[in-house]
Structure formats: C-alpha cells, structure tokens
C-alpha cells in the first residue's frame, strides 16, 4: 500500500500536527530560506533549494543552555516539546545522521539525544539544486533515517514512511491511499560535481603541501563554513553569571576550528597558530579523520560552506586541486 | 539516560601549597557512595569546575590505592585554575570523570621502569610511581628523573626524598639560585647520569610539549623502542569526553583516545608533537 498528500493538503495537515508539537520547517527570508518554527503555515515553502543554516540550529542549538546554577543547586533544563521538520532535504537528513554517530558515540550527549528522540523527520526530496551544491558527489542525494518522506509527484506529494513515528503521523485523512507506486524517481541535478574517491588516502600524502600555506592566505579564518555547515560539532563551554556571582548558566556555543584560538591553552601556546593549519585541520577531520573513525565523509554536498565564504574558498575547487584534476 | 555533563559536588578537605603557583587540593565526593565508587587508574583525568568560572581537565595525581579522597595538583594558569587557588577547606567543587585512557601497569610489571618528569607533568606520574612503589616488588629497576625551572618551581619534594630511598630519583633545574646545590640544566641532560637498561624497559615521560619532544629524541637514542616510551599529550579540552572536538588530532580525541599515547603512536599522529 502507498500514499499521497495533495500539496493543498499541506498547510492542513501542519495546522493539525501544530497543535502537538512544535513545526520547524523551511520559510522565505527576503531572497533566501530558512528553517523557522511555525506560527503560520501558510508560509511554508517547500520546494526551496537551500536554507541558510541547516537544522542543527534547532538540535544543537547555540547557545544552549547546559545547566543552571544558582548557589549549590544545580538544574538541567528540561525541554520535552515534540519537534516535527518538516520538508527537511536529503542531504541535511544524512546531515543528522552523521551527527548522531557523533553524539550517540561513547558518551552520549545528552541535549542532543533528548531533542532528536523527540523529534519527527519529514523529509522532502530536493527538486532544485543551486549552483553551490554537490549532493549527488557525495551519495547524501539518497535519503536515509527519514520517518515520512514527500516526493513531488505534481499536484501530490508521493508519500513513503521510514519508521513507527512516521507510520502513526500518516494515519489521518489528509493523506491518500493509492495501490500503485505513483513516485516518480528523482533526476540528477546537481550542476557542481566533486571526485571523492579514495580521497583519504590521498590526504594522507598530503599533510606537507604547499596549498595549505595558500590557502591560509586566503583564509580569513571566520569560521562562517563551520557555523553553517551541517555536520560541524565543535562547541565551547562558557558560564554565564549575574551580578550575584551565585546564579547563573552554563551554555554552550559553536566554535570553529579555524579560529584562532580554538587550539590555544592557558599560558598562551597555540597548538594551531597559522591559518594554514587550521585550514588543514577542517578538510582532514572532515574527509579523513571522521571518514576513518565512522567510514563515511563528514560532508554532505549542501554547498553552504561555498555560498558563505566571503573570499570565495570552494570546496570542490579545493579537493580538485589536491588531487591535481 | 545519565547526563553526562552533570558534575558531582565535591568537598575540599585540604589545601597545600607546593610552589608559589601550584597547589595540592584533596578532595573528596559529597556523596559517599560516589566516592566510594570513584575508580580511576593513574594517568586519567577530571574535569573539575567551579560554576560561574567553567571547567578543567586536570589529571588525578593520587594513586588509586588512596580510597576515600582524591588529589589534584594544580598550576595556577587561568580563570578556572585561578578562582581554584582562592579556595580553602571546606569549599565545594564539582567534578567529573575520570576521563581518559591511563598509563600501562599490568603490561609493565617485571620491566625496568624509567620516569622522566618536566614541571607540572610531575602531576600525572606521581599517581603512578605511588601505585608502583605499592606494588614494588612487581617491578625491575625504577628509575625517576625530574627536572623544573628553578628550584622554587619543584613540586612534591617531600615526596622526592621519600621516593629516593626505595628508588633512584636524580633532580635538576633549568636555572639554579644561591642556595641550590643540586645539578642544573634541563631534565634530559639527567639521561647522561644514568645507567638504563632499554632492552626490557619502559620509559615514562611527562612535561610541557617543548620537553616531552626533546626528551623522546634522547630516550631513543638510549636504545628504547618506540612502543616503550610513553607519554601524554596536552590540549585544549573543553568536554573532556568526545564532543567538542578541540583536543582533535589526527583520528584521534586526546580526552577518550588518550591523553597517553605511545611514541609508535605519535608518530603516526600529525601535529602531535609541536
Ligand atoms: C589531560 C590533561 C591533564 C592536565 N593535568 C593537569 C594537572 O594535573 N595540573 C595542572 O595544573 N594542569 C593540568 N592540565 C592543564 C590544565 O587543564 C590547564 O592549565 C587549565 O585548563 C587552564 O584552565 P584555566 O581556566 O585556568 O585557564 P584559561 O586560560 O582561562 O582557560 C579556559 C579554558 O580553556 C581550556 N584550557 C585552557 N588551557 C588548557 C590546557 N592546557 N589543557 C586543556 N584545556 C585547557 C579549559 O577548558 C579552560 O577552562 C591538564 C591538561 C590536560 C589536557
Ligand atoms: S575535550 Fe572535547 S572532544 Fe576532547
């Protein structure tokens, strides 16, 4: 058995699932996207290409509150608001599937895990790459970990389930029965390719050469490709007090491992003190370091870090160079 | 699910002065029961946090043996470290762990033992020499050489005297003054006043990371294999527990992976020695 959703369908079927969790889904922010909970569906767009920061900001959010203190008492906010994304694309679904292998690891980080096991994925399937994106490069076209995903067959959306959550969230009138397989399979449309292949291994020979040093001059060392990608993690820990000094927050924010004091210890030794370093440090977690530990690349292809980057640096363009294409 | 950021309260029972900048805190859980079950092994590591200012990796350096309470030898270097040096008895911290892997001990036993400390990494070692001198007649040869700045920089010299009449223990200062009688240089030229048999031996070094480079070359050229010298490597550590990625390098997270490593697996570990 199958089902489908006429795109009319849509706003309703949000108005019902608003009154038990709270809808993130994509809007229009003047000429771009975002990702914004939802106080009127209405505004919901889903066939848009890209947002500007991806759906960690919902899960791992910054600042985000660890624990707050006041003299010896300490709490833990709690927050067991359901969260349903809705019209989440492929590449930013394996996006969190990739963090997940991170915070489910060893130990396990407890913010992130509450929010997400309280969170549903309604995926979208992309129909309009931009002219920064490379998915297909790197296999995150194909979505995986969705509880229901919608392709857009016309006037309906063709509607597949990937769990229990997503079978008990389709179980209502807006969406129809069908007997045969109306999905029309997605074509390839990502403009931008990239060759990741054994890219790895040949990282590994890479570690002394001379385009780290070029590309730091011309890093401005912002961070911006860390803050809006995807997968990037990395946090920093500050305690925030008030004037009492007794009462206040532990909070957590993003960081960049290509600013400049990421690696920096007391006493003031920095671990990573040349940009070219810290450059390098990004493409070798990414594309070795994660690869190594989890076997699969720590990017996705959603392009942000390209669109971003205020002097142009184009990850394609950099991997291509490496490997001398 | 435990959260796993969650500190412990913990009681400070004593605070003693080794240096001018470097204090031992004594401390023990609230809860009994915590404490009770705090096993660590040496060369692991706590969190350890006063709220309002964050936290810090700092390495357990009492040995296991000691059940109800537990030390930490800290330099004052920062906001953490600095509102810890204006604690005193009684205070409360919170603390986390233990973290990390440890040194090898089992794996050692009936090998000649080298210990080779720089400063603060004094710190980490202790844990470990106490637990060895507990358990001494499991061992070779033990051998500790210790080096600081100046002799007011020397931590633990009580224990330093204790330890030389159960073991060889040479010590030495970068820069001596008047009254420092003692050798003088940094702590690898030590490695000249001793006879080290490299064959069935390990070597364990400790220190800031200019020392544990040098040190390593000069403990190879002894003749030891790179699988027997052991170390521990510093970084910036903001979870202590494979989540904010700063202490990344190469496929490795210091705080789970390490903070010891071998020097086979440094080698193979880019930036690890810088
Ligand atoms: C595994 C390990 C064991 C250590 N053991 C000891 C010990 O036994 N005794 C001791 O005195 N010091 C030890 N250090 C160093 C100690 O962690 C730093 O001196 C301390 O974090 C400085 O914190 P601060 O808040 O006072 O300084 P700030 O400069 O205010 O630092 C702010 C924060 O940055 C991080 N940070 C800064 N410097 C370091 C650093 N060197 N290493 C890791 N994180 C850092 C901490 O999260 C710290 O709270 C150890 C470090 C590591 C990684
Ligand atoms: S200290 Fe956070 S990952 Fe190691």
């Known amino acids: 058995m199958f089902r489908k959703i006429k795109k009319e369908n849509i706003v309703k079927i949000v108005e019902k699932l608003m009154k038990d969790y709270d809808v993130v889904a994509p809007v229009r922010n003047e000429k771009r996207f975002v990702f914004e909970k939802i106080k009127n569906p209405e505004k919901i767009v889903l066939d848009y290409d890209s947002t500007i920061l991806p759906p960690k900001k919902f899960l791992l959010p910054s600042p985000e509150i660890m624990i707050r203190f006041d003299n010896d008492k300490i709490t833990i906010p709690e927050n067991n608001k359901k969260t349903i994304f809705f019209g989440i694309h492929p590449c930013d679904m394996n996006a969190i599937n990739l963090l997940d292998k991170v915070e489910y690891d060893e130990y396990k980080d407890d913010y992130y895990i509450k929010k997400r096991e309280n969170s549903v994925f309604v995926c979208v399937d992309c129909t309009k790459a931009n002219e920064y994106c490379f998915c297909e490069s790197m296999g995150s076209d194909k979505p995986e970990g969705y509880d229901v995903l919608l392709t857009d067959i016309g006037d309906y959306y063709f509607v597949e389930t990937g769990s229990r959550k997503g079978e008990e969230l389709v179980e209502n009138g807006f969406f129809e029965n069908v007997d045969k397989n109306e999905k029309i399979e997605r074509k390839k449309n990502c403009k931008r390719k990239m060759n990741i292949e054994n890219f790895d291994k040949i990282l590994k020979q890479k570690f002394d050469d001379k385009i780290w040093e070029q590309l730091g001059d011309k890093c401005l060392g912002c961070g911006s490709c860390s803050f809006v990608c995807p997968t990037c993690y990395c946090y920093s820990v500050k305690d925030i007090v008030d004037l009492s000094l007794k009462k206040g927050e532990r909070r957590r924010v993003w960081d960049s491992c290509l600013l400049v004091d990421f690696a920096k210890v007391a006493g003031g030794h920095n671990f990573r003190e040349k940009r070219s370093a810290r450059v390098k440090q990004r493409m070798y977690h990414k594309e070795l370091y994660f690869f190594e530990k989890y076997n699969y690349s720590a990017c996705v292809g959603c392009g942000r870090c390209i669109r971003e980057c205020p002097v142009g640096i184009d990850v394609t363009d950099v991997i291509s160079k490496i490997r001398g294409d | ?274």
């Open chain 2, 1 to 274: 699910m435990e959260n796993s950021y969650i500190p412990n309260s913990a009681v400070i029972n004593e605070v003693r002065n080794l240096t001018y900048d470097t204090k031992l805190f004594k401390l023990q859980f609230k809860d009994k029961n915590i404490q009770k079950n705090f096993d660590y092994k040496p060369g692991q590591f706590v969190e350890i946090g006063v709220f309002g200012y964050g936290e810090a990796p700092i390495s357990i350096t009492s040995s296991p043996s000691t059940k109800d309470y537990f030390e930490l030898c800290i330099k004052n270097m920062g906001n953490v470290t600095n509102k810890l040096h204006q604690m005193k008895k009684n205070d409360m911290v919170y603390v986390r762990g233990p973290y990390g892997n440890s040194f090898p001990f089992d794996e050692v036993k009936n090998k000649d033992i080298l210990f080779v400390a720089g400063g603060i990494g004094l710190a980490p070692l202790r844990s470990l020499i106490n637990e060895m001198l507990a358990h001494r007649n499991e061992f070779g040869k033990i051998q500790a050489l210790y080096g600081a700045r100046t002799p007011e920089d020397m931590i633990f010299t009580d224990e330093l005297e204790e330890w030389s009449k159960r073991i060889k223990v040479l010590t030495t200062v970068d820069k001596g003054d008047f009254r420092w009688k003692g050798n003088v240089g940094v702590v690898g030229t030590l490695l000249t006043n001793i006879k080290a048999e490299t064959e069935n031996a390990v070597a364990f070094v400790c220190g800031p990371p200019i020392m544990i480079k040098f040190v390593i070359q000069d403990i190879v050229k002894l003749g030891f294999r790179d699988e027997n010298i052991i170390t521990t490597l510093e970084r910036k550590m903001q979870c202590g527990i494979g989540k904010c990625g700063h202490c990344n390098i190469g496929g490795k997270y210091v705080c789970t992976d390490g903070p010891v490593f071998t020097y086979k697996q440094i080698k193979e570990l880019p930036e690890a020695l810088q």
